[in-house]
């Protein structure tokens, strides 16, 4: 499978803990996306790579999330102190560097679930 | 920033029969319009896309139109099948000089087609 993968799929914690998610964007994609989608909403965007740097930040990305792209290939979305607030699927999505195409991938997500 | 409505929420059609989803934007700036189906536990998948400099695009069963002035655009589904039934997102974003940016996402409409 070549598309965009996610890790992990599903996961379950306690309030206050710490949570990290991995994404994997399609080879050779410059440009790599987080978004959170809650139950009946559409995504909603919470930060942006292009290759290594973090170009944009949603206000909806409090202190206590973190998004890294140390090598400008793969993700991680940190989110410290969960709250139950935080229970949302966390979509990550890549495109390529091609100026003329505008496409993001989604990857199937990871679903977080904060008791 | 950009704010995209959609409508309908639900929306029930006989197979064979044509859907048609509505969606505005605020962004005069906005250029870049593409449709998401996103099937139940699945990520979002492009269907269709649209950018400013048309008014209107198809693609087998699916077209879309964009009315700048009023600031509008909408999908059509055409030759309705079972298969089609989903969750279809609007999103609108700005694209200048090759920068990517964030997709906003409208709420979502929940298509059902009828057998």
């Known amino acids: 499978d070549t598309g965009v993968s996610q890790d992990p799929r599903h996961k379950i914690t306690k309030r206050g803990q710490n949570v990290t998610f991995r994404c994997d964007p399609i080879?050779?994609?410059?440009?790599l996306y987080w978004y959170r989608q809650t139950l009946g909403q559409g995504p909603e965007f919470l930060t942006y790579?292009?290759?290594?740097?973090?170009?944009?930040k949603s206000r909806l990305l409090s202190d206590r999330f973190s998004a890294e792209r140390p090598k400008g290939s793969f993700s991680t979305l940190e989110i410290q102190r969960t709250e139950q607030g935080d229970s949302a699927m966390y979509l990550c999505?890549?495109?390529?560097?091609?100026?003329?195409?505008?496409?993001?991938?989604f990857g199937p997500g990871t679903r977080l679930t904060v008791t | 920033g950009e704010n995209v409505e959609q409508h309908p929420s639900t929306l029930s059609v006989q197979e064979g029969d044509s859907a048609v989803i509505k969606c505005t934007y605020s962004?005069?700036?906005?250029?870049?319009f593409p449709w998401y189906k996103q099937e139940l536990g699945k990520r979002p998948q492009l269907i269709i896309d649209?950018?400013?400099?048309?008014g209107e695009k198809k693609d087998q069963r699916i077209a879309v139109t964009l009315n700048k002035t009023a600031k509008h655009f909408s999908l059509h589904i055409t030759e309705t099948q079972p298969e089609d039934s989903a969750v279809y997102f609007c999103?609108?974003?700005?694209?200048?000089?090759?920068?990517?940016?964030?997709?906003?996402f409208g709420s979502g409409t929940q298509l059902t087609v009828l057998p």
């Open positions: 999505a890549s495109s390529p560097a091609d100026r003329a195409t505008y496409e993001q991938y």
């Open positions: 080879s050779e994609h410059n440009r």
């Open positions: 790579f292009q290759n290594e740097a973090q170009l944009e």
């Open positions: 962004d005069s700036a906005s250029n870049y």
């Open positions: 649209i950018r400013s400099n048309v």
């Open positions: 999103a609108a974003s700005n694209w200048v000089g090759g920068s990517a940016r964030q997709l906003t």
